[in-house]
């Protein structure tokens, strides 16, 4: 609060008088907001934190929705979204509020029994920010402390809001802004502590956690996964990790960002976090002469007050496939071998399901709970057996992995019941061809993977096209990590299926690629209910009451890294738009969707080719390099508008303008003027015209 100068001189004598009764009248009245102990407690009304509780299980104690009532489980209200890009978010709901962000790293409150929205926020990033996200403008949600909420922007910024009103009380830069660096993960919230990370390992950078003071944002602590350059390391963690790398790593960033998975055990203090990829991919060009390079793809146990580390586990060491370890991790206590234990679990993109001990991070098992052809399994302390042609980076020929760049899972969450002893994992089955380039240079934007994008891009031909659709799958696995196997699964035709939530009414919810939100049994995956979304469904839903009712609550809409860089894949699932809404039910809900707009593809119709093979051979080369992961692998889009049907593809000015001058430049298109010469933006337009032919003599046949 603050008073004017006129106002504090009068009360300047009545001071000592005042405090008193003020300290009486706060304690009395104050509310003192979100705690630990609410958070630990999860009392099923509320969901006030990413995972629900810390234990991060996405399990409700919640039982009125039930598998013989869901038939009446009906649309409460919806809102719409002003951001056609990918939803990630999972809300949070606090005392019949709802609180969201959204894709752009705006947010947004809602009552939750109206859906009147009650204010929104919006931090205005920058358009330009964009070409620094690997994975599409989203962002996966808040966190909640006192009377505020947290969140990250896709800019680099953690912000502080009041609950009540949406304003922001205080906003820092957690990132080096002039770095590719981007915040898409929610934070987390412990003992008066706002956790964030970030991200951008495919550019360029070196990861970290960042712990600031819930009240003021100052900086409490800070814990990098990749040592700097030696002599830089004060501390031992890091002094022990540089033995583990090779040559001038740090001038690459070395990678291991920190961009999705946290989870916290209150009893020991320790906070897990997942680690990421290296950077670049290709261990040949990040440390040469390879070594484990710790702390990528691993599990980092921190002692949260301090940010000191506590123990790791690596999963994939010398990591070189982009298998992170950021993938949603759970504790849980479980019978192993009719003992107790504390456990920490998790389906990281190499595989492999992975039982630790969390208390000081022993391996208790691991096995593949997708196909795996990059390693023929773990030995007794959980490291790999690799396959020898895996090593793209040291036979420097092209591999085709399963499970590929993709993962076996990515971000979206798993959920636990404990009821059933099984955790539910929206895996995903897709290869990937990792094609080494040789004598590779990082360069100041886009991807700096050190592999040849163009080289295993999709052929305009029938044959290889079907056989890819064809290997590319999704499922459900309900797996049992006591008896390390799966019970059962529930299949997709595609990938990229939403994240998921179980209840203690026997239910297992989760969106899907194909538009469908979905309701299961959680003992045998039996569909059980569903209901047309109208769009691609990715993020987790979660479970509430106001007053009497239960209420299930989802944010879709279609976006991520797959529906933008994935090609002909994209649609695995069926064509699928971006619809994005919040979406409410509860039994007997009678709202309704508005009529989905008609799905019309056009046939293309692309002016005749007329560059030379050599321009469309630079041409295509500069598209992998900088176009694919926004624009779609062989220029086939899939979120963002398709360039093979774009108009400015007949007219090299106006291509120049948007390409080269960057006039969508608020909408995320840059201008690459700064990085690429107008003959080479020129040669890519020659590229687009040329897949744009070949794909409408494939569809006239």
């Not at 994975?135 to 505020?148: L, P, T």
């Not at 849980?332 to 595989?351: E, H, S």
Request: overall charge neutral.
């Amino acid at each position: 609060m603050r008073l004017n100068r006129k106002l504090q001189f009068v009360l300047a004598g009545t001071l000592a008088l005042a405090l008193p009764l003020a300290a009486c009248t706060m304690a009395a009245n104050a509310d003192p907001g979100v705690n630990a102990q609410q958070i630990i407690a999860g009392d099923g009304a509320n969901w006030l934190s990413y995972g629900r509780t810390y234990d991060e299980q996405r399990f409700s104690p919640l039982t009125q929705i039930t598998p013989e009532n869901i038939g009446q489980l009906g649309l409460a209200w919806s809102a719409d979204m002003d951001t056609a890009r990918g939803q990630e978010a999972t809300p949070l709901v606090i005392d019949g509020k709802i609180y969201i962000t959204t894709a752009w790293s705006k947010a947004k409150a809602y009552d939750a029994l109206t859906g009147k929205l009650l204010w929104e926020f919006d931090p205005k990033v920058p358009g330009e920010t964009a070409v620094k996200a690997c994975c599409d403008v989203v962002n996966r949600g808040m966190a909640a402390w006192g009377d505020k909420l947290y969140f990250g922007t896709l800019d680099g910024r953690l912000i502080a809001l009041d609950r009540n009103t949406g304003k922001q009380v205080w906003s820092t830069v957690t990132v080096d802004q002039s770095k590719p660096y981007t915040i898409t993960g929610a934070p987390r919230a412990i003992g008066g502590l706002i956790v964030i990370g970030n991200g951008g390992a495919e550019m360029g950078v070196r990861g970290y956690v960042t712990a600031y003071d819930a009240q003021t944002g100052k900086q409490v602590w800070r814990f990098y996964t990749v040592p700097d350059m030696p002599g830089k390391n004060d501390e031992e963690y890091l002094k022990k990790a540089e033995a583990t790398w090779k040559g001038e790593w740090w001038k690459l960033g070395g990678g291991g960002t920190v961009w999705d998975a946290m989870a916290y055990d209150p009893e020991l203090d320790l906070l897990y976090i997942g680690v990421g990829n290296g950077s670049p991919w290709n261990q040949a060009y990040r440390s040469p002469g390879g070594g484990d390079n710790l702390y990528l793809s691993s599990i980092v146990a921190i002692k949260a007050k301090t940010g000191e580390y506590a123990w790791h586990f690596q999963e994939t060491p010398g990591e070189t496939w982009d298998f992170t370890a950021t993938q949603h991790i759970i504790l849980a206590d479980l019978q192993i071998d009719g003992k107790p234990r504390k456990v920490l679990m998790q389906a990281p993109k190499n595989g492999f399901f992975y039982v630790l001990d969390r208390t000081n991070g022993q391996f208790i098992s691991g096995n593949a709970y997708a196909p795996v052809n990059w390693a023929k399994g773990l030995d007794a302390n959980g490291r790999p057996i690799e396959n020898p042609e895996a090593r793209y980076d040291k036979t420097g020929k092209p591999f085709i992995s399963t499970p590929g760049a993709a993962g076996a899972h990515s971000w979206h969450p798993m959920a636990f019941d404990p009821n059933n002893r099984l955790v539910y994992i929206p895996a995903q089955f897709a290869a990937y061809p990792y094609f080494p380039e040789k004598d590779w240079k990082p360069q100041a934007v886009g991807f700096n993977v050190g592999l040849d994008s163009s080289a295993g891009a999709m052929p305009a031909i029938k044959e290889a096209r079907e056989a890819a659709k064809a290997a590319t799958t999704g499922a459900v696995v309900a797996w049992d990590p006591v008896e390390k196997k799966e019970r059962w699964r529930i299949p997709f035709a595609g990938p990229w299926n939403g994240g998921l939530l179980a209840t203690a009414g026997g239910l297992l919810f989760q969106g899907n690629a194909k538009g469908t939100f979905a309701a299961y049994s959680a003992k045998d995956g039996k569909e059980l209910w569903s209901f047309p979304a109208q769009t691609g469904v990715v993020a987790a839903p979660v479970t509430f009451k106001v007053g009497n009712d239960q209420y299930v609550a989802v944010l879709a809409g279609w976006g991520g890294v797959w529906p933008l860089a994935t090609g002909v894949l994209a649609d695995k699932s069926g064509p699928v738009r971006n619809i994005s809404r919040l979406l409410v039910f509860k039994l007997g809900g009678k709202g309704k969707l508005p009529d989905a707009p008609p799905f019309e593809e056009r046939p293309l119709d692309p002016p005749a080719p007329v560059g030379t093979p050599a321009t469309i051979a630079q041409g295509s080369y500069l598209y992998g390099k900088y176009c694919t992961v926004c624009h779609g692998d062989a220029a086939i889009g899939g979120l963002l508008p398709d360039l093979r049907h774009s108009g400015v593809n007949a007219d090299a000015g106006a291509w120049q303008t948007v390409v080269h001058d960057g006039a969508l430049v608020d909408n995320g298109m840059i201008g690459w003027g700064k990085y690429m010469t107008k003959e080479q933006i020129e040669s890519i337009r020659h590229y687009v015209i040329k897949r744009a032919n070949e794909d409408k003599a494939l569809e006239g046949h």
